[in-house]
């Protein structure tokens, strides 16, 4: 990064090589759109160039960069839909396939892959607040603080995103027959 706020295009390359993925990844939690997330990826990526100089070197670039793309969303979802509409239209076509790491190990690949599905179809369901709080927590591993910051939240309300998602989670999946074994 500190490249990058020297002026080296290559340095900022290198980053964005490094979270070209979890951006787009975010994104389609967001969107429902492969296409339109890997527009607002690009978007993303000209903002953070563009406001390098604005970078808090306290801060993670992660989180400087989620925010940024978390910000770009909601703008082309306004400009898109001028009313509430849902961020995501219930199809799991579009997840990101890291939601797979979430599951619990079986041995059966059928099941297993059943059970994806069931998630992406449950996590869809998710209030649009608590669908992206999810995903940055356990697709990007970051801390509720970097949630709060990225969401524009404080800490706690992130947790409560967070720790109500899983609770309405356990419910979906329990009633589409998922509950603990």
Known sequence: MAQALAGSQSAFEQIVRRYQRPVI????????????????????????FRSLAAFDATRRLSAWIFRIAH?????????????????????????????????PPSPDPVEREALRRALDEAIARLKPDQREAVALRYDEGLSFDEIGQILGIPEATARSHVHRARKELARLLSAGGWAPR
Do not use: C, H, M, Y
Request: proline share 5%; no cysteine; aromatic share 2%.
């Open 71 to 103: 910000n770009t969303a909601v703008d082309a979802l306004r400009r898109r839909r001028p009313s509430t509409v849902p961020l995501v239209d219930g199809s799991a076509g579009d997840r990101p396939a890291t939601v797979e790491a979430a599951a």
């Open 25 to 48: 990844s975010l994104l389609i939690r967001l969107t429902g759109d492969q296409a339109l997330a890997e527009d607002l990826a690009q978007e993303t990526f000209v903002k953070a």
